[in-house]
């Protein structure tokens, strides 16, 4: 099988300059836990991006950043309304109900976004000591389908979350992705639009291992942050080398870059795929880094003998390719023509690809 395949972001390697910050960063003693220098440089660098006011804590993985981040916002008879797919609910084990010992209202959304109407519907039980207390909601931001909220999105899932008193959690684990694809900050990203604390994804965007707990403003939830934190095994003795990495990763944009090579290859791979688009068709949009298509069923085991990745669906027949920061164009042509030569060809259109 090639190298590169597209069964997911974090198949990819560690970006050159993460390995070069985490050799540099290997020299001598410094304090643990957060106490060092390469940690307050990596807390300037966020603040540079989004003001004084924000506050980082970093993390080892991005369920424990999702897990620990919800907990020190609510209390155990709180829920958090998520997407029905929401990485949290259906990818992580059931960590946060486990860990918060607190419910997760899933909702059925259309390509993988929350709406404020889909928040209000499930306002129910308000007081009454019989029922959980909406807590929190929480969006992916890109979504796990490869979508990306718009600004004014959030802007009113923030404003149905500041009316209705809840934490507005956004797992962020491609949020490079999404800033990139909307062509805006993170100030605009999260402050302007209510954000109340994210993740920011590293791990899919080039680094070796890490997460970052970012809370673009003060929050109450921030006091508890560091206690969750350490409950929650997320604390790093030796913070030196999740923290250099990322410095590394927000010097000199190195996060866009990544990202912006990564949803280019998803474009270009979605391009190749439009011209079969009477065998392939696309689950979803295609606005990050995320290709979803639809494949004929029986298309579906003689690719996966070529070519590593997941169904996203089976029974309906659609593939998850996801690229990363090191996907180049020729592994796109590559993996475009095995799918070429593996959808069945008496139902393809002819074009310059058969020729
Ligand atoms: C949307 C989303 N959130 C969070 C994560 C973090 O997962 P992990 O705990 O594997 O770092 C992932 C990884 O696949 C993801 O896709």
Redesign the pocket.
Same mark, same amino acid.
């Given at each position: 099988m090639p190298d590169v395949h597209f069964a997911?972001d974090?198949n990819a390697g560690v970006h050159p300059d993460i390995l070069a910050a985490l050799t540099s960063a290997n020299q001598g003693h410094v304090p643990g836990y957060g106490d060092d220098e390469y940690t307050q440089r990596a807390e300037r660098a966020f603040r540079a991006l989004l003001g004084d006011d924000a506050r980082v804590f970093f993390a080892f993985? @991005?369920? @424990?950043a999702?897990v620990v981040a919800l907990a020190a916002g609510l209390r155990p008879y709180q829920s958090v309304i998520c997407p029905e797919a929401a990485?949290?609910a259906v990818?992580?084990c059931g960590a946060y109900e486990r860990f918060a010992g607190a419910k997760l209202i899933d909702v059925p959304v259309e390509n993988g976004k929350l709406t404020p109407d889909d928040v209000e519907r499930r306002m129910r039980g308000i007081g009454d000591q019989h029922h959980v207390q909406p807590g929190a909601i929480s969006i992916?931001q890109s979504t796990?389908v490869g979508t990306v909220y718009t600004v004014a999105e959030l802007r009113a899932l923030g404003e149905v979350a500041r009316k209705s008193d809840l934490l507005f959690h956004v797992?962020g684990?491609?949020l490079a992705n999404a800033a990139v694809a909307l062509g805006v900050d993170l100030r605009t990203l999260l402050l302007e639009t209510g954000v109340d604390v994210c993740?920011f @994804?590293g791990?899919?965007n080039g680094l070796m291992f890490g997460?970052a707990i970012v809370f673009p403003k003060y929050h109450p939830a921030v006091d508890a942050l560091l206690y969750t934190r350490k409950q929650g095994m997320q604390l790093a003795s030796k913070m030196r080398f999740v923290a250099v990495q990322f410095e590394a990763l927000l010097h000199d944009d190195l996060w866009r870059r990544n990202a912006a090579q990564a949803n280019a290859m998803a474009r270009l791979l979605a391009a190749r795929l439009r011209d079969l688009d009477d065998v392939v068709q696309l689950a979803y949009p295609v606005e990050a880094n995320g290709v979803f298509a639809v494949l004929p069923l029986d298309a579906v085991e003689p690719l996966q003998r070529e070519r590593r990745f997941y169904m996203w669906d089976a029974q309906r027949g659609v593939a998850r390719w996801m690229t990363a920061w090191d996907t180049t164009e020729q592994d796109v042509h590559t993996f475009a023509d095995a799918v070429w030569r593996i959808a069945p060809p008496q139902k393809r259109v002819p074009t310059k690809v058969d020729a």
């Open positions: 997911s974090n993985n @991005g369920t @424990g999702n990485h949290l990818d992580e992916s796990e797992d684990a491609r993740t @994804g791990t899919k997460e």
